[in-house]
C-alpha cells in the first residue's frame, strides 16, 4: 500500500513525540516500586480514567466491534456492554477500598485478606498465571490483530508481519521500561485523543461517501432490525442488496452476558470487584475521590463516548463489503480506511491505531511486570532486593515479557478463540472476588477453588459433554460456584487476627458480625442499599447515554428524547443517592 509523504511524517512525528514523553519519566520511575508501578500514587482522576479507556481500546477493538455487527448487528456489542454491570459495580463498591488498601498490585491484596501457605501460594500462583500465561495470550490477540492491519493495509506478506510487530512493540518496550505508569499513562491520554479524533474522521468519511449516502442512505440499505439496540428472537429477511439474512444475536448469548458473565467471569480490564490494570489505575490515584472518579469516567467514555464511530463503519462495512468470508468480517473496518481515506489522513488512522495497540500493550506489560517482581520475586525469590534492584529487574522483566509475547503470537491462529477460553477459564471466580470484601468466611481456599474450578468445568462442558458457549459457560460457572462454597464450609476460616487487621484498614460493609464482635464494635450504618441505588441508576444513565447518542446519529429524534428523560432521571437519582450517604467525599 502506497502512503503519501505527509502520511509517513505524520507516522514519524507521533513516534517521537510518544518516546520523548516516555523519556522525559523516567527519573521519577526510578525511585520506587510504588514510583514505577503507580506513578507516585499521585494520578489525577482524569488522566487515571482516560488511562483505562485507552488500555481497553486496543487495535483489535474496532475490527473486534465490525466483526460482532456484521454477525449480529448492533445487539451484537452486548458482548461486551453487559460488562458495565460490573465495571460500574466496581465503582460504587469497590473503588475507595481499592485506593485505601495502599497496596502496589490487587494479588498484594491476598495476603491482607488471608494468611498462612494457603494465601503465599494463591498469590505466588496467580502472579505467574496472570502476569505470564494470561498477560500473554492477551498481547498476543492484540499482536495478531495488528498483524492483520498490516496484511490489509500494507499488504506485508504473513512472513514478515511477527517482524513488523516486534518494531512495534520493541517501541513501547522502550517508553514503557524506562518510564514506568507514569509515563505509559500520559502517553495513554495522548494517544486515546489521537485515536478517537481518528476513528470520529473515518466514521464522517465513510457515512457520507457516495456509495452510502449519509445516515439514511445507510438505513435504507440495512434491514430495520439489524439498527436495533437488544437482540431479535427471529431472523430477518436478507435485503435487496445482499445484506447479511440474519445479524441477530441468539437469546441464550444475550441472557449470558446480561445476566452471568458481567459478575461471574474474570475477565482482563472488567474483574468484578475490580482487579488488573484497573486496581492498578485506582491505587495510583491522588487519593478516595480520585480513584472513585476515574472509575466512574472510565465507564462513560468506555460505554458512551468510543462505540458509535467503529459502530458507524461496521454497519457501512457490511453494505460496502458484503462478500466478505465469516473469518474476514473484522477486516471490512481496515478496508474502509484503505478505500476512503486521502493522503495524510491515512496517516493519521494508522497512527490512531498505532496508538490503541501501544496503550493497550504498555499497560499490560507494566502491569504483567508489577505481578512478578511484586507478588512473586521480590515476595518468595528475592526478599532481601532494595527498592533500585527491584526497579531494575522490573524494567528487565518488562523485555523479557515482551520475548514470551512475541513467541505467544505465533500460536494464536483466532482472536476469538482466546476470547472465549479466557472467559470460561475466569467463569465462576468473580462472585469470590466481590464477596471477600463483604462476607468474613471467604477464606484462600475459596479463591484457590474458583481459580482451578472453572478449568475442570469448562474441560467436561466442552469436550465430554460436548457444549459450546453459552451452553458451556452456564455450566461451569455452576459447577466452580458449587465447588468453592464446599470449599468455603469444609475449610478453616481465616484466623480473626488477620480478618481484625483487615477490617481495621478497610472498614468494609457487610458480613463481618463476628469480626466486629470479637473487636468490640458497634454495628455501623450500612451504606450497602444506598450504594445499591447509585449503581443501579448509574447503570440506566449510562446505557441511556449510549443509546441516545445512537438514536440522535440515526435521526430517531423521538426515541432520543426517551433516552434523554431516562438520563436525566437516572443521573439525578445517582447524584442524589450518593450524597445521602456522602459518597464523593473523601
Known amino acids: 500500500m502506497h502512503l503519501d509523504v505527509i502520511d509517513w511524517i505524520v507516522m514519524a512525528v507521533f513516534g517521537i513525540l510518544i518516546l520523548g514523553i516516555g523519556i522525559s519519566y523516567t527519573g521519577k520511575a526510578s525511585g520506587s516500586l510504588a514510583n514505577y508501578f503507580l506513578g507516585g500514587r499521585n494520578l489525577t482522576w482524569w488522566v487515571a480514567g482516560t488511562s483505562m479507556v485507552a488500555t481497553t481500546f486496543a487495535a483489535d477493538t474496532p475490527l473486534a466491534v465490525t466483526e460482532l455487527v456484521a454477525q449480529s448487528g448492533i445487539s451484537g456489542n452486548w458482548l461486551w456492554w453487559n460488562m458495565l454491570l460490573g465495571g460500574l459495580l466496581t465503582t460504587f463498591f469497590f473503588a475507595k477500598l481499592w485506593r485505601r488498601a495502599g497496596i502496589i498490585t490487587d494479588l498484594e491484596f491476598i495476603e491482607m485478606r488471608y494468611s498462612g501457605k494457603p494465601a503465599s501460594f494463591l498469590r505466588g500462583f496467580r ?33 514478515e508481519q511477527l517482524f513488523y510487530v516486534a518494531i512495534a512493540m520493541l517501541v513501547v518496550v522502550t517508553y514503557s521500561s524506562l518510564s514506568g505508569l507514569l509515563g505509559v499513562a500520559i502517553t495513554d491520554v495522548v494517544q486515546f485523543v489521537i485515536a478517537m479524533t481518528g476513528c470520529i474522521i473515518l466514521a464522517i468519511l465513510v457515512v457520507n461517501s457516495e456509495q452510502i449516502g449519509g445516515i439514511s442512505g445507510l438505513k435504507t440499505k440495512l434491514p430495520s432490525w439489524s439498527l436495533d439496540y437488544f437482540p431479535s428472537i427471529s431472523s430477518g429477511e436478507a435485503t435487496a442488496s445482499g445484506v447479511a439474512k440474519s445479524l441477530t444475536l441468539s437469546l441464550g448469548a444475550f441472557l449470558a452476558f446480561t445476566t452471568v458473565q458481567w459478575w461471574a467471569s474474570w475477565y482482563p480490564g472488567n474483574e468484578p470487584g475490580g482487579g488488573g490494570y484497573i486496581a492498578q489505575r485506582m491505587m495510583s490515584t491522588k487519593n478516595e475521590k480520585h480513584a472513585l472518579y476515574a472509575t466512574l469516567f472510565f465507564q462513560i467514555g468506555h460505554y458512551c463516548i468510543r462505540p458509535w464511530p467503529w459502530i458507524i463503519v461496521a454497519l457501512c ?43 493497550t500493550v504498555s499497560t499490560q506489560l507494566n502491569w504483567g511486570a508489577s505481578y512478578i517482581i511484586n507478588d512473586f520475586y521480590g ?136 469480626v466486629r464482635k470479637s473487636l468490640d464494635l458497634p454495628k455501623p450504618k450500612t451504606k450497602v442499599f444506598h450504594l445499591l441505588i447509585g449503581w443501579i441508576s448509574a447503570a440506566v444513565m449510562v446505557y441511556s447515554t449510549l443509546f441516545l447518542i445512537g438514536d440522535l446519529i440515526f435521526q430517531n429524534y423521538t426515541r432520543f428524547a426517551m433516552w434523554l428523560v431516562f438520563a436525566l432521571v437516572a443521573g439525578f437519582t445517582m447524584v442524589y443517592t450518593s450524597k445521602r450517604i456522602n459518597f464523593f467525599q473523601d
Open 127 to 159: 502472579a505467574i498465571y496472570l502476569g505470564i500465561f494470561m498477560n500473554s495470550l492477551i498481547i498476543g490477540w492484540v499482536n495478531v490483530a495488528l498483524m492483520s492491519i498490516i496484511e490489509v493495509f500494507f499488504e506485508v506478506p504473513k512472513s
Open 317 to 359: 462495512a457490511v453494505v460496502l463489503y458484503p462478500d466478505l468470508s465469516a473469518a474476514d468480517k473484522k477486516l471490512g473496518y481496515v478496508m474502509a480506511m484503505k478505500d476512503f481515506l486521502p493522503a495524510g489522513l491515512k496517516g493519521l488512522l494508522l497512527v490512531a491505531f498505532f496508538a490503541a495497540y501501544m496503550s
Open 379 to 514: 515476595r518468595f525469590i528475592n526478599k532481601e532486593a532494595n527498592q533500585k534492584q527491584l526497579v531494575m529487574a522490573s524494567r528487565i522483566t518488562t523485555v523479557l515479557l515482551m520475548i514470551v509475547s512475541l513467541a505467544v503470537t505465533t500460536q494464536i491462529t483466532s482472536i476469538s478463540a482466546v476470547w472465549v477460553f479466557i472467559m470460561e477459564a475466569g467463569a465462576g471466580l468473580g462472585l469470590v472476588l466481590i464477596l471477600r470484601w463483604y462476607w468474613w468466611r471467604i477464606n484462600a481456599w475459596s479463591e484457590i477453588v474458583a481459580t482451578i474450578a472453572p478449568f475442570i468445568g469448562y474441560g467436561v462442558a466442552r469436550y465430554v459433554m460436548g457444549w459450546e458457549f453459552p451452553n458451556s459457560f452456564f455450566l461451569t460457572v455452576g459447577f466452580t460456584t458449587v465447588a468453592w462454597i464446599v470449599a468455603t464450609y469444609i475449610t478453616r476460616p481465616t484466623p480473626m487476627a488477620k480478618l481484625h487487621a483487615f477490617y481495621e484498614k478497610i472498614q468494609p460493609d457487610g458480613a463481618w458480625a463476628p
